[in-house]
């Protein structure tokens, strides 16, 4: 893969989206981690003037708003933070007053993902701006995002896999503790991608991009791809 080439397409196709849409801009949550670095990498190139990051924590693990800000300073990226705890803690005793059954541990973490995509809609309606989703061709191959909580209005990573992001990352001089640290949607304390997957992203990856992998993990890859399918289509409805 050429990276500079690859780079430079995908900076071109978020521009000719936005443009297309009749937007001026995009925003996108910096979560901290790799995918979202790449996004604001690209993002900043798109549109120079006209792209913004918004750090969204909700109890949240303080590395990662300090990764974030890391990344936005190494790419002279315009941010917002806005903390999300109150929001959560309001939603769920709101919920919990007429349903009073436990929170499920994935239920509640859901929320936080919901909770970052309406503010980042509520801020591209307020500037014209389309929202960029970071989730990778690695990530909805198995359903690993949050519906309605990860994707957003344009992915521009959604074709490739979580190796080939890396390179990416690497390419567009992102910092080296954020490419390498451990893969985590920060859903709760210690929560890691791979550990939730039950698979690492290289069997996942190598999968995807030829198809092989041993008995037991080729198994799990179709399984999660089966059970998650309804969350890469639109809600359908009945033809008649």
């Not at 790449?38 to 120079?48: E, H």
């Not at 979580?162 to 451990?182: F, G, S």
């Amino acid at each position: 893969m050429d990276t500079a080439l690859l780079a430079d397409k995908l900076i071109k196709w978020i521009s000719n989206q936005v443009v297309a849409a009749g937007g001026k801009g995009v925003v996108f949550g910096l979560s901290g981690g790799l995918d979202s670095a790449v996004v604001a990498g690209l993002a900043k190139r798109a549109f120079p003037k006209t792209s913004l990051g918004v750090i969204m924590p909700c109890y949240s693990h303080p590395q990662d708003a300090a990764h974030a800000r890391l990344v936005a300073q190494k790419v002279s990226l315009s941010v917002y933070e806005v903390v999300l705890d109150k929001a959560y803690d309001v939603l769920l005793d709101l919920v919990s007053r007429v349903d009073q059954s436990k929170p499920k541990q994935l239920a509640a973490a859901n929320v936080k993902s919901r909770l970052r995509m309406i503010t980042l809609y509520y801020l591209a309606a307020q500037h014209d701006y389309l929202v960029v989703g970071s989730s990778n061709k690695s990530e909805l191959t198995v359903g690993y995002f949050t519906k309605h909580g990860d994707v957003g209005d344009i992915l521009p990573l959604g074709n490739l896999v979580k190796k080939q992001v890396k390179e990416l990352a690497r390419y567009l001089d992102i910092p080296e503790e954020v490419i390498n640290k451990p893969p985590s949607a920060g859903l709760w304390v210690g929560q890691t991608d791979e550990a939730e997957m039950g698979l690492s992203y290289d069997e996942l990856d190598c999968f995807i991009l030829s198809g092989q992998a041993s008995p037991e993990i080729g198994r799990r890859i179709l399984g999660l791809k089966q059970k998650s399918e309804h969350k890469r289509r639109l809600a359908p409805h009945p033809d008649f």
